[in-house]
């Protein structure tokens, strides 16, 4: 039995596995209506997310298995104080598997030690959000018809996004990917990212703080939202805000043959108008979160048929002396669970929670 | 493809076709338990409203379809600040067919130009709510064996009553229908339901504000709810209240062969001990309400099937030039939504926003 | 057609034929996949019990029928001030069985006698939550292999468990109980469980303070939680509430055939390193919870379609001129309900509200 909780979790031919299985749910969706007959998805989300929601409950519903759960954690056992651990091996007894949202970095990971079932991480806190990034590579292989030999922009809030994190991750794994990455200097990539991911795997990549400069050779657009909250100061956001919007002047600079692409909710930073331009992908990106999702709870169920065993945890080079100061971890609040930390880096000294990930 | 924003959207014709339909799933619900197999239902509920929520979601399942939303506001994206047309966009993606309830006027209707699935306006702000009306006109067509040829009367809150002026719209449309209008001076039914449909369509009516005169002569009665804050002077409403409660002493008046109507939930209008009589059908309008959902649901979906293209706005008569100040107003809050009126008559120079109908 | 209040509404062949159905949906979940194709129930949760109600989904959809429902009153009609016997008399329009949750005690009685489906009571304030005493009766059928000659502990919160006086309730109607109760001083059994089941069907009992003197001669040890909020004395509290944790070095004072039972969800009265015991029990009695709400419902639908009609009210000993105190009773808010009392014990001149069956 295996769960998801990092897009990391999937080696590359996995991911092209469900991107094909995906595409044949596409081409054939009868063949799929009875696929998890009398099988049940639980959906728990101890925090609102919608789409994310129904998404994954469409997906459930279209390959014949049904749905429970709860959408936002004042109706759940949580506020009655369950633990993670306790709520997942409750919720083993009423669904074939789970996707769990949850506020707090590393919940689904916990929840996915004490499951007797499949758990999938449907976001925690700003720590993961693999599905999100499943959706994310459908779109771009259907889009553009290939996953390799593209020059991708991402551009807003690069600091705080983990669906940019996420995604470059992924695609840093698949041959002759350029990255540009257009953010005001507030929000840059973070260091641990550009460090672990671009420079250790020598992936070419470009900061600029100009979408306008960047926009002729991007071959995939990915735009995120700015937050106000993000800036100390709101005249700087005010400031930079608009050049960060696209809008229908911008994409008269883009390649005729490109995609954009944005994980939704958008608020502004990208005009309504776009959304006519045949480059605009951001709305099929949804539907392909849809098709990635049934691909991937075929995948997980399957797997559990053939070993209903929980995957064991790699235990090498884990330490248990160290304390996790992430507020937002898991570890912060869940009863009894223990501190572990990995061993990352042995040379460099880095330890991270193996729940949040976090530096020690 | 057609989508359901008003009553006065389907013809007396289709209202018929509707009615039939409904009464062939009554007499026969076993043909219709795979109708809409594979189908999803898309219960969007910005404001809750259970009553109407559960129909639609009993109805769809009768039809052997499924269902996927939310009952309310804060477990949805719109938290987020995501647009009413986004969220019809994405939801297009994971369900075949959307009733939306939402507290802004016009809601729905900027939904069903979004969407590229149909849209039933399940309620909106004090707008529109023509389910609510469709189970009004199955039930007087089933209690009274007839839609023409009635005195109907109404009472209560005629002034705000968004019910009673969709129904006084609906009836208008049959031959020999007259209306009683049973209200206190200060919820009288509105002057532009007056002139708009009564007057237009030479319409016989009385306006009385005694309930016991009316009663003697009625054919149908539609109680509705006289709510405290409607009044100026808390006095009023106590000196008033009791006069509007039917009873059992008052029920002695009526007609032998009545039907009193009212569009749920009761608080205390009606005195429980007046369910007992035969003529109380409101628990019965209940259960018709389902069975116009069902055949509703039916009939967009085949015809959205006949017609996947969203049909075209009737384009005569626009006006860009002015600013709708209802606060209530989808278009006071929508994104880039552009303000559009129509002009409805030339000569009085009165012009409506087509989102909420207010005049300009 | 009946409903399910108490546990007391069933006879003890009953329970047992109930213990016999879920056995069988056990070994032969096969069997029961069309069982209530074409049903629907409805899960009315006024205040939030995710646990209670994803256990009542999940059996409805593995018997193959759909739910539709509410999981907290904000959602809910009665936010609009609908009574209970409204609401039941709508909802019987779109479900064929109903299971309630309600903060007050008596409303899903309330709503049994005017709805016109079966109604089951999912926990009624203070008051009963018969499903939860049939999880535990299965678990201790097969944990123990009988429901007779066993030696039953409940150590905690003995005064304000429901779940424990419904046990004690079910368990005495069975031959060769004992019962150890186990708590403070200021959470003791209430004199009236102790006078009205125990002492008048002579079951044998002792009441003690120390769980570690307990342990050994026991053959269940049903666990609940005390709460810091039910003490005068937070030190008291303080001093007490380690006393009443089970831990692994208490569990070794135990029988190696005990079994462990607790209704959840735990907070850490039950120390985590307790659940990898084979003893514990908890986490199957969710899942025996499961089944035996698919026992009921199968039960309770085909009674209904046995005979339709709502089983008469026992007319005998019930009492019009009192009044109701409980601030909890639903005959302190619900519109027009009459407050009636039932004669219990005419010696002693007991009169008790039929709603929530407190003395007058």
Redesign the interface.
């Known amino acids: 039995m295996r769960s998801l909780n990092s897009i990391l979790d999937l080696s590359v031919e996995e991911l092209d596995g469900l991107i094909a299985s995906a595409k044949d749910i596409i081409a054939h969706p009868e063949h799929y ?1 009875d696929a998890c007959k ?1 099988k ?1 998805l ?1 959906t728990l989300f101890f925090e ?4 994310t929601r ?2 994954f ?2 997906a459930m ?2 390959l014949g298995g ?7 954690a ?4 949580a ?5 993670m ?2 709520t997942a ?3 083993s ?3 074939d598997i789970m996707a769990i949202r949850h506020p707090k970095d590393g919940a689904p990971y916990v929840a996915s030690r004490n499951a007797t079932v499949p758990v999938i991480n449907a976001g925690d806190g700003m720590h993961n959000h693999p599905t999100q990034t499943l959706a994310d590579l459908l779109t771009i292989s259907r889009e553009m018809g290939r996953l390799n030999d593209l020059t991708i922009g991402f551009c807003g809030d690069l600091k705080y996004g983990r669906t940019v994190h996420s995604l470059i991750e992924a695609m840093s794994r698949y041959p002759g990917i350029k990255f540009v990455l257009i953010s005001p200097e507030e929000l840059k990539l973070p260091g641990f990212v550009r460090f672990n991911i671009l420079e250790k795997h020598h992936i070419p990549y470009t900061e600029v703080t100009s979408l306008e400069d960047a926009l002729p050779e991007l071959d995939v657009l990915y735009m995120t939202r700015i937050q106000r909250e993000r800036f100390d100061d709101p005249w700087q956001y005010e400031r930079l805000k608009d050049s960060y919007v696209l809008d229908t002047n911008k994409m008269k600079l883009a390649k005729e043959k490109m995609s954009v692409l944005h994980p ?5 930073e990208i ?3 776009v ?1 006519d331009d045949p480059r605009a992908a951001y ?1 099929r990106q ?2 392909n979160g ?1 098709y990635m999702r049934m691909a991937l709870i075929l995948m997980l169920l399957k797997e559990a048929e053939r070993n209903p065993e929980r995957e064991e945890i790699d235990t090498s080079n884990l330490r248990y002396d160290l304390v996790c100061h992430n507020p937002r971890c898991i570890s912060a609040t869940e ?2 669970l223990p501190q572990i930390f990995r061993t990352t880096d042995k040379a460099a000294d880095i330890h991270r929670c193996i729940y949040c990930e976090q530096r020690a």
């Open positions: 209506w009398h049940k639980a609102p997310s919608t789409r129904l998404s409950e469409a519903l279209e049904s749905v429970i759960g709860f959408s936002e004042s109706s759940s056992s506020a009655k104080g369950e633990s651990a306790d091996k409750i919720l007894c009423y669904a939704l909710p958008r608020v502004n005009s309504v108008a959304d709305f949804a539907l849809k009863q009894e």
